[in-house]
């Protein structure tokens, strides 16, 4: 998979495409990826992805606060996984919000050799997303590519999103989060030394400095397995302001205690897949209780993953 930082950099010819945001790249966005890959390699045919970053949402104001469940590289990975060829993360600007749908999709066919252009049911580009499918059918056929419209996703009722994700997420329910996405919700950060107060209770943690933006799950203790230089490893994970210690904070710590191993790891980067969210973070009246509750949190954890 090759993966570019603008449309401006790519020169190709007869590309399979599909646009969107793809954060996350849940199940809805893996079967349009799974129908782009299997036609456009049944006519040896590049399979392509643009996305953009910043979304478009931010952008336009629609959205305050951005919290993404990947970053741009994971998103690209998470693609090229499926089969995707080539990843666009385009980057999106006033100027690009103020393109017409049909200025947009001739430097399409400029740059890409567009020949078939696949999206959600749903989608729609250009200056005031005037461009949906229909309109991006009749272009297409001025400009000579077909449009292939996927129907959406849907479990339980609900059709898959983003935003559904999200919701789940800020929830705490991250088994739900899950079955959305296919896989467990992950995050990343390096660690970074804290305060040093679980080594001194005999549970010491890892202090992850997560990006800002980063979709977290709600304040709580968790079940997650940990990836540490390639190798997994159970962990319980607390996230929140750590009422017993700071009970006037409003700084959010994610702190992963990790069940099996005692290795100092400052400064690598880990993982954290969330496989359960055990409670609620609360405040104890005094340490002790604290550390009989981490107990009991341990052990729930490793019985879970144990199952």
Same mark, same amino acid.
């Given at each position: 998979?090759?993966?570019?930082?603008?449309?401006?950099?790519?020169?190709? +010819?007869?590309?399979?495409?599909? =646009? &969107? +945001?793809?954060?996350?790249?849940?199940?809805?966005?893996?079967? $349009?990826?799974?129908?782009?890959?299997?036609?456009?390699? #049944?006519?040896?045919?590049?399979?392509?992805?643009?996305?953009?970053?910043?979304?478009?949402?931010?952008?336009?104001?629609?959205?305050?606060?951005?919290?993404?469940?990947?970053?741009?590289?994971?998103? #690209? *990975?998470?693609?090229?996984?499926?089969?995707?060829?080539?990843?666009?993360?385009?980057?999106?600007?006033?100027?690009?919000?103020?393109?017409?749908?049909?200025?947009?999709?001739?430097?399409?066919?400029?740059?890409?050799?567009?020949?078939?252009?696949?999206?959600?049911?749903?989608?729609?580009?250009?200056?005031?997303?005037?461009?949906?499918?229909?309109?991006?059918?009749? /272009?297409?056929?001025? /400009?000579?590519?077909?449009?292939?419209? $996927?129907?959406?996703?849907?479990?339980?009722?609900?059709?898959?999103?983003?935003?559904?994700?999200?919701?789940? /997420?800020?929830?705490?329910?991250?088994?739900?989060?899950?079955?959305?996405? &296919?896989?467990?919700?992950? =995050?990343?950060?390096?660690?970074?030394?804290?305060?040093?107060?679980?080594?001194?209770?005999?549970?010491?943690?890892?202090?992850? @400095?997560?990006?800002?933006?980063?979709?977290?799950?709600?304040?709580?203790?968790?079940?997650?397995?940990?990836?540490?230089?390639?190798?997994?490893?159970?962990?319980?994970?607390?996230?929140?302001?750590?009422?017993?210690?700071?009970?006037?904070?409003? *700084?959010?710590?994610?702190?992963?205690?990790?069940?099996?191993? @005692?290795?100092? $790891?400052?400064?690598?980067?880990?993982?954290?897949?969330?496989?359960?969210? /055990?409670?609620?973070?609360?405040?104890?009246?005094?340490?002790?209780?604290?550390?009989? +509750?981490?107990? +009991?949190?341990?052990?729930?954890?490793?019985?879970?993953?144990?199952?």
């Amino acid at each position: 998979m090759q993966h570019y930082r603008s449309l401006e950099e790519v020169h190709i +010819q007869n590309a399979w495409l599909t =646009i &969107g +945001q793809f954060d996350g790249v849940h199940r809805g966005h893996q079967e $349009i990826i799974r129908k782009l890959t299997a036609e456009a390699h #049944a006519v040896h045919a590049p399979a392509v992805v643009i996305t953009f970053f910043p979304p478009p949402a931010v952008v336009l104001g629609k959205r305050v606060k951005p919290s993404y469940l990947t970053t741009p590289d994971e998103r #690209a *990975l998470l693609l090229g996984d499926l089969g995707v060829d080539i990843v666009i993360t385009h980057p999106f600007d006033t100027q690009v919000a103020a393109t017409s749908a049909q200025d947009f999709t001739s430097n399409l066919r400029d740059k890409l050799g567009l020949a078939c252009l696949m999206v959600g049911y749903d989608y729609a580009l250009g200056h005031d997303r005037a461009g949906d499918v229909v309109t991006l059918t009749a /272009l297409g056929k001025q /400009l000579g590519f077909s449009v292939k419209a $996927i129907p959406p996703v849907k479990i339980d009722g609900e059709i898959i999103s983003s935003s559904l994700i999200r919701s789940a /997420l800020t929830a705490g329910q991250v088994e739900r989060a899950a079955r959305f996405l &296919g896989r467990d919700y992950r =995050i990343s950060g390096k660690v970074v030394p804290g305060d040093g107060r679980g080594s001194t209770i005999g549970i010491p943690t890892a202090n992850l @400095n997560v990006w800002s933006d980063r979709a977290l799950p709600a304040s709580g203790v968790y079940v997650c397995q940990a990836l540490v230089d390639g190798e997994a490893q159970g962990a319980v994970t607390n996230i929140g302001i750590r009422p017993t210690f700071d009970p006037k904070s409003d *700084l959010t710590w994610v702190e992963a205690h990790l069940l099996d191993l @005692n290795e100092n $790891i400052y400064g690598k980067v880990i993982q954290l897949d969330f496989k359960a969210r /055990l409670r609620e973070e609360q405040r104890f009246p005094d340490i002790q209780t604290l550390v009989d +509750q981490i107990h +009991q949190d341990i052990f729930r954890a490793r019985d879970i993953l144990n199952q």
